[in-house]
């Protein structure tokens, strides 16, 4: 959690800077502050969980801002240790109305046979550069590990991916993460089992 | 650190480890991104925010007003139940009248005025009682 609130922390401003908050009010100020700091925390893991769900960049972007804005729309002036459950059931609702719109859409579009690539955008070299790496064989050894394991995390049903993901990477407990997936702690015990064991079927050479 | 990590197998604190650095390798572009939908998502709770107060601070003495108003007009046309308000003598004739003209049967009594017959009648029995005297 906190190596990734400092990771975004260059990204981020203090709210009072944003014009957007009473400077008169303290407590508008706190609160603020507080939400930004949330948000900074948990941005980039939402990120790679709906990326791991919808597999589109723009999609996850989509889904995670429609998510930080319906948490500060609505939930603002709930107490803070209610966020992060409501902030990922927000997301997840999110993520489940791309994937049932795209589901729509791709039934529409088998029937046009011709589909342009207009979607289809180059690279952007400046987008493709990543944060400093470690030496290029550790690195290679990485590439390889993360690709391998977003592999095997985009074969899992959807469930399972969301129980291993908030709680391996965004760290719930099985109470939050319960919270977050709308489901009971034993539903959630379950798919969470079900994940290590079919990730572990499908990468234990990698991994152990 | 979350209370997860007391019961991690090897397994899982390893896709965690690769899971974490693969976070820490989004690029640029994205980061800046979702930097700027942080940004809107703080404006929006600030706008909602200053929209409640203004509303809570505007609408308090219209809502008072409008009760009042509701208030004076329930009283205005308020009877208490079971007494009668006192009618005034001509008020009270011009109604009885209203409603003689609305009787139908009274209308058919007047319309069937006949005098002469009533007249006759009468005559008839001064005249009996003259023989019988």
Known sequence: MSEFATLA???????????????????????????????????????????????????????????????????????????????????????????????????????????????????????????????????????????????????????????????????????????????????????????????????????? | MSPLNETLTEFERNARAVLTQSVSRIDARTRSRLNQARQAALAAAGARRRSLSWRSLTLMPVTGAAAAAVLVVLLWHHEPAGIEMPMPEAQRSTVEDMDLLADNEALELIEGWDGPFYEWAAAQTEANAESDG
């Open chain 1, 9 to 208: 922390s260059p990204y981020s401003m203090p709210a009072a800077l944003h014009g957007d908050v009473d400077l008169t009010d303290p407590e508008a100020q706190t609160r603020s502050r507080a939400l930004d700091q949330f948000l900074a925390g948990v941005e980039l893991k939402a990120f790679k969980i709906a990326q791991a769900a919808l597999r589109h960049e723009d999609d996850a972007l989509d889904a995670v801002q429609d998510a930080m804005l319906q948490l500060a729309r609505a939930y603002a002036n709930r107490p803070a240790q209610e966020w992060k459950p409501l902030f990922y059931r927000i997301l997840e609702n999110r993520i489940r109305d791309m994937q049932r719109r795209r589901t729509v859409r791709g039934r529409v579009m088998a029937w046009f046979p011709f589909r342009g690539d207009e979607d289809e955008e180059e690279p952007d070299p400046i987008s493709q550069a990543v944060s400093p790496d470690p030496q290029p064989v550790r690195r290679l050894e990485l590439d390889e590990a993360v690709g391998a394991l977003e592999k095997a995390l985009g074969e899992l049903p959807r469930r399972q991916q969301q129980a291993f993901l908030l709680r391996t990477l965004e760290g719930l407990d099985v109470a939050e993460t319960a919270a977050a997936m709308g489901c009971s702690e034993g539903s959630v015990k379950t798919h969470y089992f079900r994940a290590v064991r079919a990730l572990r079927a499908q990468l234990g050479d990698l991994y152990v």
